[in-house]
């Protein structure tokens, strides 16, 4: 079965630093990756996603991820943190199999920014 | 453009008691979620419908039944609400299975 971990439960920077929130997934072909944001309150919004091609992506919000298959990872940063990105963030795997669907999340990180 | 609404928004429910948290979404989306957050715990999923007339049990699906519909609604019924299913509930669609999901903007579900 496919699972996604985040290791990092809370991440706290200051605003202007670079960021990087860790995601490793266990799954035995090449899956499609997700990173969502969620804001207090709010529903889950998608900052960027793979699914083949080049492996560094581009999201919205300034974010980018990479897929590094040797390392079952998909990392996402950013340059520069603003505070308004301060929010919880799932990473997310998805694997089709047999027609049907099955998404799985990760525990989430969230992050804190100081200004 | 609503996308993917929810109702009601809030909710406090007594142990035992039953009832029906709707779904709709207007992007003509194929498949269809349901998922509830607890804190430290992410989203997990509780029911998904991979298309109209198709539903499927996802990680914790007691206690709970679905209804899709039609292509627009999928409902989550709790027929006899318990304290352990206080919690936030997500409904989310996707145009087709791993695609991008749109999420609703929640229920939050208290049980007495």
């Known amino acids: 079965a496919q699972s996604v971990t985040q290791p990092d439960i809370h991440i706290t920077v200051s605003e202007g630093a670079s960021l990087e929130l860790r995601c490793n997934y266990s799954?035995?072909?090449?899956?499609?990756l997700f990173w969502y944001v969620q804001s207090p309150g709010q529903g889950l919004q998608l900052l960027l996603k793979?699914?083949?091609?080049?492996?560094l992506v581009q999201g919205i919000k300034g974010f980018e991820a990479e897929f590094k298959r040797s390392q079952s990872s998909f990392n996402l940063r950013k340059p520069s943190v603003h505070w308004s990105d301060a929010a919880e963030y799932f990473c997310?795997?998805?694997?089709?199999?047999?027609?049907?669907?099955?998404?799985?999340f990760g525990r989430g990180t969230s992050l804190i920014v100081h200004p | 453009n609503a996308g993917v609404t929810q109702t009601p928004k809030f909710q406090v429910l007594k142990t035992g008691q039953s009832m029906t948290l709707q779904c709709a979404q207007d992007?003509?989306?194929?498949?269809m979620y349901w998922y509830r957050q607890d804190p430290g715990m992410g989203l997990r999923l509780i029911y998904y419908?991979?298309?109209?007339?198709?539903?499927d049990k996802g990680e914790v699906p007691n206690g709970y039944n679905v209804s899709r519909l039609n292509k627009r609604e999928f409902s989550l019924r709790l027929e006899s609400a318990a304290p352990s299913q206080t919690s936030v509930y997500f409904c989310?669609?996707?145009?087709?299975?791993?695609?991008?999901?749109?999420f609703g903007p929640g229920t939050r579900l208290t049980v007495l």
């Open positions: 989310a669609s996707s145009a087709w299975g791993p695609d991008t999901q749109y």
């Open positions: 799954y035995g072909a090449t899956p499609y």
């Open positions: 793979y699914f083949s091609g080049d492996t």
């Open positions: 997310a795997v998805g694997s089709p199999s047999g027609g049907s669907y099955i998404p799985t």
């Open positions: 992007m003509n989306h194929n498949s």
């Open positions: 419908s991979a298309s109209e007339g198709t539903t």
